[in-house]
């Protein structure tokens, strides 16, 4: 497992390096004409935009690109207060720890009692979330227990799938009245559910 981490980290510094080529002027216009395409949508993690978009803020966040205001960044974002890029937040299973995530440097951009009227929901759907995924790190006592551990994954994945249907075709979307973009993940890596597993 530690290997393939190790991989997955190689592989994504290997497609960062084209915006690490990126001066600092132009990793901040692209970004700021990619925020533009982004603006008003309901954004699937995996979305290879996004994942480009991800790429780019890694390395705008090391250079602290939006802290230099080079550019003029697309009037409808807000400024994050966790590092001052235009806040883009991330629904993710982690909401009861870590409120909506930061695209941008991975912190707190929301916290959850900051969330306003979709908080209860979306804390809901957190905490039915929390259990299914536990599935995935079960101790040798706790499998043994379940009997047939096999079946009780392939069922926490099937759960999975299906909440995570749910936060992407119906919780999310509420939010785009408070912020001009949001982002929801869209898998599981633990419990081996892909993004083409969730069908919205």
Not at 132 to 139: E, G, N, P, Y
Request: with cysteine; glycine share 4%.
């Amino acid at each position: 497992m530690a290997h393939e981490q190790d991989g997955v980290e190689k592989l994504w510094r290997d497609y960062g390096a084209v915006f690490r080529g990126f001066d600092d002027l132009t990793l901040a216009r692209w970004m700021a004409q990619t925020l533009g395409q982004l603006q008003g949508g309901l954004w699937r993690l995996s979305h290879p935009l996004l994942a480009s978009y991800r790429l780019a803020a890694q390395v705008a966040h090391e250079r602290q690109i939006w802290h230099q205001r080079l550019i003029n960044v697309p009037p409808d974002y807000l400024t994050a207060e966790c590092c001052r890029a235009p806040l883009l937040p991330m629904i993710t299973r982690d909401l009861p720890e870590s409120g909506l995530v930061c695209l941008h440097c991975n912190g707190t951009a929301v916290a959850l009692d900051e969330i306003g009227k979709h908080r209860k929901t979306l804390e809901q759907w957190a905490l039915k979330y929390a259990p299914v995924h536990t599935v995935a790190h079960w101790d040798d006592k706790q499998r043994k227990a379940a009997r047939n551990y096999d079946k009780a994954y392939d069922a926490a994945a099937e759960q999975a799938e299906q909440l995570l249907m749910e936060l992407g075709a119906k919780l999310a979307r509420p939010l785009l009245d408070s912020y001009c973009t949001v982002v929801w993940e869209d898998h599981d890596e633990c419990l081996q559910v892909r993004p083409e597993d969730i069908l919205v």
